[in-house]
């Protein structure tokens, strides 16, 4: 099957720093996802990018089909913007989405 | 806006005992999922339905059987309900094959 790998595995960065976190994958996909885990265990959805650039506010994300990977950027952090960031892909053959381990970020006031 | 209900957030069960969680989702999503999370291993999926009355096994269903008989109601079910099995377990949705996925807020299950 298809493989998502994340990374930084983990990231710790001081209020109003600016990270990016990247997510590979291993075949092409109809459909990528990123997700924020809150410290109360909700997943909530940040974006549904299975190609190009997309912005929300302080966040942003890019993914590039065909060489196979999705960046998504915070900028100016905030400590609410702490927790761990999934990356979802949903191979074209595939019945299912494929998650990534995650990239936990820590923001530090 | 997406709503995925699980019908409860936190249970203790003791070992043995049968245990059913519940998800419903007020969207007419075809495709519903099981999941559950634990510290290292992410998320992994137990089941899956694309339809009514339709399942399929996912990365890890042993110990596991769920029931979807209904479109907005998909459950989960340990027979019987052992020590490994405590973690959290998320339900989500989506419309269709490669679409949106949407998550409830997480059900935490203690098996003591």
């Known amino acids: 099957g298809i493989q998502v790998e994340q990374s930084p595995p983990d990231l710790i960065l001081q209020e109003g720093a600016n990270s990016t976190l990247r997510c590979n994958f291993s075949d092409s996909v109809n459909n990528l996802q990123w997700f924020h885990q809150n410290p109360w265990g909700q997943l909530i959805n940040l974006f549904y990018i299975p190609s190009g650039t997309k912005q929300n506010g302080r966040l942003s994300a890019t993914t590039v089909a065909t060489e196979r990977y999705s960046l998504l950027y915070i900028s100016s952090s905030q400590t609410t913007d702490s927790g761990v960031y999934f990356c979802a892909v949903w191979g074209t053959n595939a019945g299912k989405s494929t998650f990534g381990d995650g990239t936990t970020l820590t923001v530090k006031p | 806006d997406v709503k995925v209900t699980q019908s409860s957030r936190y249970l203790v069960k003791r070992t043995g005992e049968k245990v059913f969680l519940e998800c419903v989702q007020d969207m007419d999503h075809e495709n519903m999922f099981w999941y559950r999370q634990d510290p290292g291993l992410g998320l992994r999926l137990i089941y899956f339905?694309?339809?009514?009355?339709?399942?399929e096994k996912g990365d890890i269903p042993e110990g596991y059987s769920v029931s979807r008989e209904k479109k907005e109601r998909f459950s989960l079910i340990l027979e019987s309900a052992s020590t490994n099995q405590t973690s959290m377990y998320l339900c989500a949705s989506s419309p269709g094959h490669g679409a949106s996925i949407y998550f409830g807020e997480g059900s935490w299950l203690t098996v003591v």
């Open positions: 339905s694309y339809d009514v009355k339709m399942k």
